[in-house]
């Protein structure tokens, strides 16, 4: 499974990219207007920051057929790492379909439902997005949506990737590898939480107290 950070915060994405624990980024147009920066500026940044294999995903704010292709294309010509978010609306997916035949990656994302990712799958998207955090925020079940798209996607073989969009705790991370998605894309904190257990922690104290109480020479 793989891991996207999902902010556009440098210094967040910087640590991450530095442990060697992610496979690309998620931004949003929320994500990017809270850091307050010029957007071209943010952009290059994210571009310096992550190594050359390395996914990018940056939304489109159109919401027209003709600007969606526009502006996709634009973002897409900038850096061979970026896949372009798209929402799932009509217009969306008939661009999605579009600019999946030129080789353009479509994320679509904003997708809260089965018959919605159906449909994402296909327009030839190449990640589909449930939110399920968000569902989860309205008392649904946004596991049970991710699951039921895993289920769909395993029975008719679509290639559309299954990212796990959303995530609102650590748990969400280990549910959305059992489900079976292809990615999660999750903020700072909750990736730093999968490093994080107590008996770690505990046994690490134990072999150094044990190893400085013997007082012995380590090799270097
Ligand atoms: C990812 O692509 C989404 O933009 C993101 O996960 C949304 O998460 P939120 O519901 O925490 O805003």
Redo the contacts with the bound molecule.
């Keep these: 499974m793989k891991i996207f950070i ?1 902010s556009a915060n440098i210094d967040e994405i910087k640590k991450l990219e530095e442990l060697g624990v992610i496979d690309g980024i ?1 931004t ?1 147009p ?2 990017a207007s809270v850091t307050g920066k010029n957007f071209k500026e943010l952009i290059k940044e994210i571009f310096e920051t992550l190594s050359s294999d390395k996914i990018i ?1 940056l939304e489109v704010i159109a919401t027209d057929y003709d600007n969606i292709l526009i502006q996709a294309r634009a973002l897409s010509a900038l850096d061979k790492r970026v896949v372009v ?1 798209i929402p799932c609306i009509p217009e969306g997916l008939k661009a999605c379909k579009v600019l999946t035949a030129e080789g353009i990656r479509i994320n679509i ?1 904003l997708v809260f439902s089965p018959l919605q990712a159906l449909l994402c799958a296909n327009a030839g998207a190449f990640f589909v ?1 449930p ?1 399920v ?2 569902l989860d925020d309205i008392s649904m079940d946004g596991v049970e949506v991710v699951k039921e798209i895993v289920e769909i996607y395993k029975k008719y073989n679509y290639k559309t990737q299954v ?1 796990f ?4 705790s650590v748990e969400h991370i280990r549910v959305a590898a059992l489900a079976g998605v292809d990615v999660i ?1 999750s ?1 700072y904190e909750f990736i730093m939480d999968m490093y994080k257990h107590p008996l770690t922690d505990k046994g690490l104290e134990k072999f150094l107290s044990d190893w400085n109480n013997a007082g012995e020479e380590f090799i270097v």
């Design positions: 999902d998620t949003n929320t994500l995903n978010k994302t997005s939110f955090g968000r990212l969009a959303s995530v609102r894309t903020p």
